[in-house]
């Protein structure tokens, strides 16, 4: 695989953990220029956006990783069912009650 400095490493962090907080603000200054009822509808995707960053980065780079760590098929398997139950109770956030 590509060997990565430090100096990338640590620069890719910073973009990775900058993007986030500078999207929210530079979003939250649009609502002021949008309507109520576009904003909300525009932040449902932003939302979508954030969430499937963070997927990404805990699927294909941590993922693998624990895969690679935990050798033998019950390490992986275990590994595997982690995920899955994990998955499965973070869904489940969606049936609670709560308010907007």
């Known amino acids: 695989?590509?060997?990565w400095r430090t100096a990338a490493v640590l620069k890719s962090m910073l973009?990775?953990?900058?993007?986030s907080p500078l999207a929210?603000?530079?979003?939250y200054a649009i609502k002021f220029l949008v309507s109520e009822s576009d904003f909300e509808k525009m932040i449902s995707w932003v939302m979508l956006?954030?969430?499937?960053?963070?997927?990404?980065v805990g699927f294909f780079h941590m993922?693998?990783?624990a895969l690679e760590v935990n050798q033998g098929k019950a390490?992986?398997?275990?590994?595997v069912c982690t995920v899955a139950a994990g998955s499965f109770f973070a869904?489940?956030?969606a049936f609670v009650p709560h308010d907007h």
């Open 1 to 3: 695989g590509r060997s």
């Open 15 to 19: 973009v990775f953990s900058l993007s």
């Open 24 to 27: 929210a603000v530079g979003f």
């Open 49 to 56: 956006f954030s969430a499937g960053s963070i997927l990404y």
């Open 63 to 65: 993922y693998p990783e």
């Open 75 to 79: 390490a992986r398997k275990q590994v």
């Open 91 to 93: 869904s489940m956030f």
